[in-house]
T-cell receptor
Framework: DTAVSQTPKYLVTQMGNDKSIKCEQN?????MYWYKQDSKKFLKIMFS???????INETVPNRFSPKSPDKAHLNLHINSLELGDSAVYFC????????????FGDGTRLSIL | QQQVKQSPQSLIVQKGGISIINCAYE??????FPWYQQFPGKGPALLIA?????SEKKEGRFTISFNKSAKQFSLHIMDSQPGDSATYFC??????????FGKGTLLTVNP
């Protein structure tokens, strides 16, 4: 069973479109994260939710809006996609809010044409 | 401002050799130092982690060495195998509970 699963795995779309990425974890964790990995493989946190409450909100354009319907799910909606949004987006989860081991999904590769 | 500096950017090692990756941090508030391993097309996976109350932690062929005064920590992979070929990331976490990652090291282990 996949512990942290993201859909879709690949997303190719035009500039200006709106798209969503979904994430689900079956580890029973209470904290979830979104990371962005750029073309140089640099990983940077975007958002974190603990028990459905937003606890980390990095300097991310407000075109990006996370949503956590429950502890097992964290979705990412992106409005008005730009070329610079092309990256791999990773979802992760951990048990507890703090410096705990994080389990990552396999990523969603977003390509903007 | 990059708070965690990782080197080298890439590393080529012969099978059976020792791979060493170094990281340096600036923020003395960091108190959690994990290493992640990432294979192509996959997400990062936690390999080993250390907290500043110990100077070394070993798990199998993987060892973290930690030097608090120098604000440096390193990953040693003993008896490196071709299956260890991957990108390795160091990271540091502190009271704000965010992980700050290094830029990664692409390790290639030749057979």
């Amino acid at each position: 069973d996949t512990a942290v699963s993201q859909t879709p795995k690949y997303l190719v779309t035009q500039m200006g479109n709106d798209k969503s990425i979904k994430c689900e974890q079956n580890l029973g964790h209470d904290t979830m994260y979104w990371y962005k990995q750029d073309s140089k493989k640099f990983l940077k946190i975007m958002f974190s939710y603990n028990n459905k409450e937003l606890i980390i909100n990095e300097t991310v354009p407000n075109r990006f809006s996370p949503k956590s319907p429950d502890k097992a799910h964290l979705n990412l909606h992106i409005n008005s996609l730009e070329l610079g949004d092309s990256a791999v987006y990773f979802c992760a989860s951990s048990q507890g809010f703090g410096n705990q081991p994080q389990h990552f999904g396999d990523g969603t590769r977003l390509s903007i044409l | 401002q990059q708070q965690v500096k990782q080197s080298p950017q890439s590393l080529i090692v012969q099978k059976g050799g020792i791979s060493i990756i170094n990281c340096a941090y600036e923020n003395t508030a960091f108190d959690y130092f994990p290493w992640y391993q990432q294979f192509p097309g996959k997400g990062p996976a936690l390999l080993i982690a250390i907290r500043p109350d110990v100077s070394e932690k070993k798990e199998g062929r993987f060892t973290i060495s930690f030097n608090k005064s120098a604000k440096q920590f390193s990953l040693h992979i003993m008896d490196s195998q071709p299956g260890d070929s991957a990108t390795y990331f160091c990271a540091a976490g502190g009271s704000n509970y965010k992980l700050t990652f290094g830029k990664g090291t692409l390790l290639t282990v030749n057979p």
